[in-house]
């Protein structure tokens, strides 16, 4: 598929902000590397810049590391911590695109994400849900973004080993964001 205008049906150049109450992100990690444990962040943010050439798209994201919910309160204290996330010190991830491309009938998108003040390029899936205007006027797009980061990789390296052999908390973190933006006028 070309990335163009003319190939998003509803595509507008300009500015969309998240809606939260529309969005979420969250991610899931192997535990006991038998089972999966999954949270989310509830305060985030981003913004959409959208241009004449969708490939000039970018993207900046951030969410609050003090907001993080995996729904054990003992869990979020210690991922906040220095053994992960250290959010005294480092209170927000980061993520700014660096390029959009046109993959398959989806995108991928490019950039760099800091987490725990250590900056890698990633590359996320996004498939595109599109354009509709809702019961307040608001023109809104929506996506479905995904990826996997290795967490050691940005110096979320705390980990135990289990008796029966393995490691108490996986490498391979998988993010979801379902995002929901609005366009400013």
């Known amino acids: 598929m070309t990335l163009t205008a003319e190939s998003i049906p509803g595509y507008k150049a300009g500015t969309w902000i998240v809606d ?3 969005s979420e992100v969250s991610f899931s990690v192997r535990h006991l590397m038998i089972s999966k444990v999954r949270g989310k962040f509830g305060s985030f943010s981003a913004t959409i810049l959208t241009s004449e050439n969708p490939a000039d ?3 900046t994201a951030s969410a609050q590391v003090a907001s993080i919910d995996t729904n054990d309160e003992g869990r979020d204290k210690h991922l906040r911590e220095n053994d992960f996330f250290d959010a005294a010190n480092h209170p927000n991830l980061e993520f700014a695109s660096t390029s959009v491309a046109a993959a ?5 998108v490019m950039g760099n994400l800091t987490l725990r003040g250590v900056t890698k390029p990633v590359e996320f899936d996004l498939e595109f849900g599109g354009f509709a205007t809702d019961p307040y006027g608001n023109y809104k797009l929506a996506a479905t973004v995904t990826g996997e980061i290795n967490r050691e990789e940005f110096g979320l390296v705390w980990n135990a080993a289990l008796e029966t052999g393995g490691v108490l908390v996986g490498e391979k973190v998988s993010i979801t964001i379902e995002l929901q933006a609005a366009l400013q006028v």
């Open 57 to 59: 798209t970018k993207i």
């Open 104 to 108: 398959g009938s989806d995108y991928k």
């Open 20 to 22: 939260p109450s529309h």
